[in-house]
């Protein structure tokens, strides 16, 4: 089974490669809920190699609706094949969303 974790509790040093995947979730109160483009059930994210750049990842949604679409491009730890904890932080953490990760995703074929 997934274990999924708030993005912003991870570690700044962790490390994290291609598949690792994302759920963003739309906050319901206040007026950032307003704000938010995202539907209910949230958007399913995976973190991929780049085919045209080899030093970043990119984001791609598995959502049906933004399926294919890529939303970030996240810069990989120079030399490494990696992204740690504090780059996916920087880049992905906002107040309009909440973030999940996970490292092991059960990814289902319809």
């Keep these: 089974m997934a274990a999924w ?8 040093n962790e490390k994290y490669y ?8 739309p906050i319901e109160t206040g007026i ?3 704000l938010s483009t995202i539907p209910k059930e949230g958007l399913y994210y995976l ?3 780049s085919r045209s750049n080899h030093r970043v990842f990119e984001l791609v949604c598995l959502s049906i609706g ?8 996240i810069d990989k730890e ?3 094949h990696h992204v740690t ?3 996916l932080k920087r880049m992905l953490l906002t107040d309009l969303h909440q973030t999940l990760i996970c490292q092991d995703p059960e990814i289902k074929v319809l």
Aim: proline share 0%; hydrophobic share 35%; aromatic share 6%.
């Design 5 to 12: 974790q708030e993005l912003k509790t991870i570690t700044d």
């Design 18 to 25: 291609a598949g690792t995947t994302f759920l963003l979730l």
């Design 32 to 34: 950032k809920s307003e």
């Design 47 to 49: 973190m991929a190699e």
């Design 66 to 73: 933004e399926l294919g679409n890529v939303s970030s491009v």
């Design 78 to 80: 120079q030399h490494f």
């Design 85 to 87: 904890g504090k780059e």
